[in-house]
């Protein structure tokens, strides 16, 4: 149905704006059999729901302002996050904006004191999280008695939340002949519980896609080893070099990690987590729209509600916990139409268990390597070609200064400057880790510079985890060599064996004794020392390379006190 069915001052709100045609969840909720209905909607992030509720509740709203003459609220919208709030306000301010509807939103972080103010002096539609609605109610300050829409945004986010007291006193509070709208990404029991006692003969609206979770994403799964996480993420950004992306961290201390790394390689970052306070989170979502950060680091709850239109690279630097994480995240990106990626960083141990998220996602995902530095330039230097061919309007200064610097150079030496000075300040690639090479049964093939090596053994072996994905780094970092320095690997039962050159025999040693703690539960702790050539004999290590052996589910358990090890990232 096109949008010329609504009131005139809606429509024309959504001319002006550049809508010519409801996205499907819009069309949805203006349907005959919709209208004045509860409604049960699940619909994907970006996939213009705001809108969607606000045309939903638009022809009862404005008549009901015409009769009303109390400055209770007519409607209320319910959302997990104060971003998700704003953004919610900022849409249905100018979608409403020619009726005069007055709104007031109520988010935690914010003067209360200006919220009840506001309250007081009387508002149509009230927006809100959860904590600061209840507060509000409490007090007296929020009168719900004159309610007709209740609007609940993303509701399985708030249940996941630990809101559902605050849900049921607001929504006890409110007319029994209101309509209620209650919008979320996904439909699990709790929500569905939740629904039935709050709603009357609802209409289930899904516009989710059967095949797909998202079909203006590009999905990508990267395998890496664990210590090669952050180098891998750095490569990816590099790579893609997109006008804005978003790197989702499971932790707030990962968030500073990570956004640390990041400065400190010269990348123009901002991020978001739980310690940081309200100033702090809109000082870096306006340098994000404005340009002067390009990423955001964040938690996923911290990055509820952020909507901007240039995100078009999402990074989940740690695996979502579940599809509908999965989902909740890669959203930021693709959004009204636009196209975007989303890229999961999967330890090698982890493969099994994304592909699994996966299907359950209903996700296809390419499974490509981690780009090269060389790749990385390559696409640096066609960016860079691109950039400088464009046509540009020069003024009658601007040319007077380029022909006084083609006195004194050549052209190709004003382009060679041109060039450095465009690349000044771009962070390096990464090398990445490869794979060890791995000795099954057989002896393995020799290598150059392994003609003449020495042994040394591990005090872990298959029984504590041990696997040569995780090895071939630890053996880097304690010893200081690279991964051509590392020859055979052959893992027992309670040990492990491997080849270094002769050649580098002295300087290995005298890293691995600077970077021993004895009894440390991490990796410094694991004791290496020279040994024997290993007994002869069948070694697991090419099923544990191939996934299939007991240790392929994870990195390293400490011998004795089966302590797993934190990779460091």
Not at 126 to 152: F, K, Y
Not at 298 to 307: L, M
Request: hydrophobic share 40%; charged share 25%; glycine share 8%.
């Amino acid at each position: 149905m096109p949008f010329s069915s609504l009131p005139p001052l809606i429509a024309a709100a959504l001319a002006e704006q550049g809508y010519r045609e409801p996205t499907p969840v819009q069309a949805a909720v203006l349907a005959p059999e919709a209208l004045a209905r509860d409604l049960l909607v699940s619909a994907q992030t970006g996939s213009g729901k705001t809108v969607a509720f606000g045309i939903a509740m638009a022809d009862r709203l404005l008549a009901t302002m015409a009769e009303a003459r109390g400055r209770a609220p007519l409607a209320l919208v319910i959302a997990p996050t104060r971003e998700l709030a704003l953004q919610v306000s900022r849409e249905l301010m100018w979608l409403f904006a020619k009726t005069g509807a007055r709104i007031t939103t109520c988010v935690g972080g914010m003067d209360a004191v200006k919220e009840r103010r506001a309250l007081a002096q009387g508002t149509q539609i009230v927006v809100g999280t959860p904590g600061r609605l209840r507060d509000h109610l409490e007090r007296g300050a929020l009168d719900l008695s004159s309610l007709g829409h209740v609007v609940l945004d993303e509701a399985d986010e708030m249940l996941d939340m630990g809101f559902r007291e605050d849900l049921e006193e607001i929504l006890e509070a409110t007319p029994a002949e209101r309509s209620t709208l209650l919008f979320s990404a996904t439909m699990p029991k709790p929500i569905v519980a939740l629904a039935r006692r709050y709603q009357r003969d609802a209409l289930r609206i899904s516009t989710v896609g059967d095949n797909s979770g998202h079909g203006d994403i590009d999905y990508q799964a990267v395998a890496v080893s664990p210590a090669d996480i952050e180098n891998a993420v750095i490569n990816l950004v590099r790579f893609h070099e997109a006008e804005t992306a978003i790197l989702f961290c499971a932790t707030r201390d990962n968030v500073r990690h990570l956004h640390a790394s990041l400065i400190e390689r010269g990348f123009a970052a901002v991020a978001l987590s739980g310690e940081h306070s309200q100033s702090e989170r809109n000082n870096a979502l306006q340098a994000l729209r404005d340009g002067r950060a390009r990423i955001c680091v964040a938690t996923d709850v911290a990055a509820r509600g952020i909507d901007i239109p240039s995100l078009s690279l999402v990074i989940h630097v740690e695996v979502p916990r579940d599809a509908e994480v999965l989902q909740h995240r890669s959203g930021r990106t693709g959004r009204a139409g636009r196209k975007g990626i989303a890229v999961l960083v999967v330890p090698y141990p982890r493969r099994r268990r994304v592909e699994g998220m996966l299907r359950d996602a209903r996700v296809s995902a390419s499974w490509v390597p981690v780009p090269s530095p060389e790749a990385i330039r390559d696409r640096d230097r066609e960016r860079l070609l691109a950039d400088l061919l464009q046509p540009v309007e020069a003024s009658d200064a601007d040319r007077a200064i380029a022909e006084r610097i083609l006195e004194t150079l050549s052209p190709v030496d004003v382009a060679v400057a041109l060039i450095h000075a465009r690349r000044r300040g771009t962070p390096e690639p990464e090398e990445l880790i490869e794979a060890a090479p791995i000795e099954g049964g057989n002896r393995p093939e020799r290598r150059a510079g392994f003609d003449d090596v020495a042994w040394f053994r591990m005090d872990i072996g298959r029984r504590q985890n041990a696997d040569p994905r995780w090895i071939l780094p630890l053996l880097c970092r304690r010893g200081h060599i690279t991964r051509n320095e590392i020859g055979a690997i052959r893992i027992a039962a309670n040990e492990t064996y491997f080849q270094v050159p002769r050649a580098v025999e002295a300087k290995f040693r005298a890293a691995l004794k600077r970077t021993l703690i004895p009894g440390a539960e991490d990796e410094s702790g694991i004791t290496i020392e020279a040994s024997a050539e290993p007994p002869s004999g069948p070694h697991p290590a090419r099923d544990n390379a191939n996934g299939r052996g007991r240790g392929a589910g994870g990195p390293p358990l400490r011998k004795g006190n089966a302590t797993r090890l934190k990779p460091r990232h």
